[in-house]
Nanobody, 120 residues
Framework: VQLQASGGGLVQAGGSLRLSCLAS????????MGWFRQAPGKEREFVAG????????YYGDFVKGRFTISRDNAKNTVYLQVNRLKPEDTAVYYC??????????????WGQGTLVTVSS
């Protein structure tokens, strides 16, 4: 299984990014997908998850409407739209996969991260 995250970069506070994660080696449409992040010196935290069919999403408590997760099963890709970015959103963002519905908070597979840096 490979999960290849991309789309990170340097952005000014208030800006937006769309992160993508291309999955291979698994039946993508059967897996819940999710995003986590890890800021320097902090533990990895859950950002968002989406069920295998895309009909339901769930978010970490801190998100408060600024992030949106979506998926395209035809492209084996999950996305994270991040808006109104703040310096405290600076982190490495990781995608993850779980075969259990609503199970991506404890994923079976992890991708490599993509770095998001938000300047003030």
């Amino acid at each position: 299984v490979q999960l290849q995250a991309s789309g990170g970069g340097l952005v000014q506070a208030g800006g937006s990014l769309r992160l993508s994660c291309l999955a291979s080696g698994l039946t993508f449409s059967s897996y819940d997908m999710g995003w986590f992040r890890q800021a320097p010196g902090k533990e990895r935290e859950f950002v968002a998850g989406i069920v295998w069919g895309g009909s339901s999403t769930y978010y970490g408590d801190f998100v408060k409407g600024r992030f949106t997760i979506s998926r395209d099963n035809a492209k084996n890709t999950v996305y994270l739209q991040v808006n109104r970015l703040k310096p405290e959103d600076t982190a490495v963002y990781y995608c993850a996969a779980s075969p259990r519905t609503y199970g991506v908070r404890k994923p079976d597979y992890w991708g490599q991260g993509t770095l998001v840096t938000v300047s003030s």
